[in-house]
């Protein structure tokens, strides 16, 4: 930076010589120009012209000795200025240096300082968490403690509860037990004496219904001998007769012939003249007559 200003310097100086030179130059020659013609002669114009040269020349060495002397006093402020500058250096990068050193000191101290904080708080969560963990399993040993207190408890209750519904099952058993048999041998007794009565009273009702039945079946052969017109006697078939409530006759034939077939046709047309038959009004009695075979053998 100094060398440039020092350039920069040197360059003014040398425009500011060319410059004064040039005005020099110029005035002279306005000079001989605004001169009215003389009739001096040539050699006072050539003397005119050596002596302004002379002081061209004198004021040229004048400023070159300005520039040495400017250059010299310029040349002792630069290097003044370039000690100044060094030493300027040199305290800044001693203090960087120094800077450098407290900095590092620094980032010694507080990563020191940041370790010996994260070791605490890594000391700190291992005894938290050691902690934890000792709490954690000591509420996992009293709970296993009081689950395997409450296991035991339900097994004892559960044992004792199994005894006594064991036994109620067993009193309850024997009781049902008991009361069926009781039930059996009541309803045994029971359904006997039902039995026994119904076969009687069966029994009796059949030997009703059978005396019933023989007598409209006797009515029915005295109704069909009466319309019966064959004058051979000796003769008999099995006649089978359906008829419908009141007694008429819907279809009469032979199921055993006589071994003659005008007898037969003969008795087969006796049974439908005589409908409507005599039967009960009694509708289960006419149940036992409404499809009846019997031995037709008029009489001689």
């Avoid at 002397?69 to 003044?80: L, Y």
């Avoid at 036992?288 to 075979?293: A, F, P, T, V, Y």
Wanted: include cysteine; aromatic fraction near 4%; glycine fraction near 2%.
């Amino acid at each position: 930076m100094v060398r440039r200003r020092l350039r920069s310097f040197r360059s003014f100086i040398y425009a500011i010589a060319i410059h004064v030179i040039a005005i020099a130059l110029l005035t002279l020659s306005l000079n001989l120009n605004d001169r009215p013609p003389s009739s001096k002669p040539s050699s006072q114009i050539v003397q005119a012209v050596a002596i302004d040269q002379n002081k061209v020349e004198a004021e040229v060495r004048r400023l070159k000795e300005a520039e040495r002397r400017k250059r010299k006093d310029e040349q002792a402020r630069r290097e003044a200025l370039e000690r100044d500058v060094a030493s300027a250096k040199q305290k800044r990068q001693a203090e960087e240096k120094r800077l450098e050193e407290l900095k590092k000191e620094q980032a010694i101290v507080q990563e020191q300082k940041r370790e010996q904080q994260l070791k605490e708080v890594k000391e700190k969560r291992q005894r938290e968490e050691r902690k934890k963990q000792h709490l954690a399993e000591e509420r996992k040993r009293i709970a296993q403690e009081k689950a395997l207190a409450k296991k035991r408890e339900e097994r004892q209750q559960a044992e004792a509860e199994k005894k006594r519904l064991a036994e109620e099952q067993r009193k309850s058993a024997a009781a049902e037990k008991k009361r069926k048999e009781e039930e059996r041998r009541q309803w045994e007794l029971a359904a006997a004496l039902a039995a026994e009565e119904k076969a009687r009273a069966e029994a009796k009702e059949r030997e009703h219904d059978q005396s019933e039945i023989n007598k409209y079946i006797k009515l029915i052969r005295t109704q069909i001998g009466n319309t019966f017109n064959y004058p051979e006697r000796g003769l008999s078939c099995e006649l089978l007769v359906k008829m419908v409530p009141g007694g008429d006759v819907v279809d009469a034939k032979v199921i055993r012939s006589s071994g003659n077939a005008v007898f037969d046709r003969q008795a087969e047309i006796a049974v439908r003249k005589a409908s409507p038959l005599s039967v009960p009004d009694d509708p289960r009695l006419f149940q036992q007559l409404r499809e009846i075979q019997f031995v037709f053998e008029p009489e001689v």
